[in-house]
């Protein structure tokens, strides 16, 4: 029972840590103007791939801490977390569609496990690098 709440804890611990950084940098972003968070439909393309750019790193970080900080299986617990990251994307998706540009909503679905792998990986290499 203990390990399935270190689990769960490690999952949901990612999950704000990615969530939270999006969200300050979205608010930034939209501060500074150069983001539209109530009309992000006329936000620019080349700031849309941006804000893509760093919801995947930020989505790696959360999987590499929920990695971190998972009990057992590290790669396992990230991409459970990317998996709910898919599933949260694509119920996004469904309620949002006209809110967005059609490529953002779709990368951001796509980008769901690529950065939890990747997440997962870098901390498989640094567990396992010679320069421990």
Known sequence: MK?????????IAGMIAGASLAILSDYIMAATGLMHMERFKDTPSHIVLIVILYRFVFNTAGCY???RLAPSKPMLHALAL???GLLLSLIGIFFMWDQATPFYNIAIMLISLPSAWLGGKLYGLKTHSLLK
Request: charge should be positive; aromatic fraction near 0%; charged fraction near 5%.
């Open 3 to 11: 390990s399935i709440l270190k689990s769960i804890g490690a999952i």
């Open 65 to 67: 801490l929920t990695a």
């Open 82 to 84: 990317g998996i709910i």
